[in-house]
């Protein structure tokens, strides 16, 4: 009998618990540029409908989530506006540098740049933690999650798969919205 989704077999399985057990950690970091102390997308093992599983989990912030939920209503408004909008993409010349946008492009920025403010100040966009699950996911079952936490490291993943698989995961219900965060720009006086 094959095992049509490699997330199920017990072979993987085994084969990561083993690995975490020498790691001395209850999960495994799926190296991804786009981790950081906002997102982290891991593996580790839990249950499902009684049986074992590998969970491919993405975990982030609540603000990195709304960031998100912000710039693509953002974008949406500017695909109306621009019918020729397709995303806004950064080129580097041969020598690394930033290819400069066309005034098409940088148009196109700016507007969404306003869209964002305006939906940050009104707080049209509210979001709350949550954990959804993908069991239609290639690899065992797909888990995303955000929390309300300023970031994310070692202990708090550790913390969510324990109280994930313990089943005492407690969720904020609370609805959130948040301002993006300017640099301070020191002044002289």
Known sequence: MSIPNPGFDPKNIDE??????????????????????????????????????????????????????????????????????????????????????????EEIGWFITEIIMDIEEDESVKVQEFVDLDTNHDYGIGLDAALNIDSIDEKVVAKFIKEFNDDTLVLDDTMYAFQSEEEDVEEDD
Do not use: C, W
């Open 16 to 105: 990561l618990k083993r690995e975490l057990k020498k790691q001395g950690k209850p999960f495994k970091i799926i190296p991804d540029e786009e981790n950081s102390d906002e997102f982290v997308n891991f593996y580790f093992v839990g249950m499902f409908e009684g049986r074992e599983v590998i969970y491919d989990a993405a975990l982030y912030t609540l603000r990195l989530h709304h960031s998100s939920e912000v710039y693509e209503l953002a974008e949406h408004e500017a695909a109306k506006k621009f019918p020729n909008f397709k995303g806004i993409t950064y080129e580097e010349d041969e020598e690394g540098n930033m290819k400069p946008l066309t005034s098409e492009e």
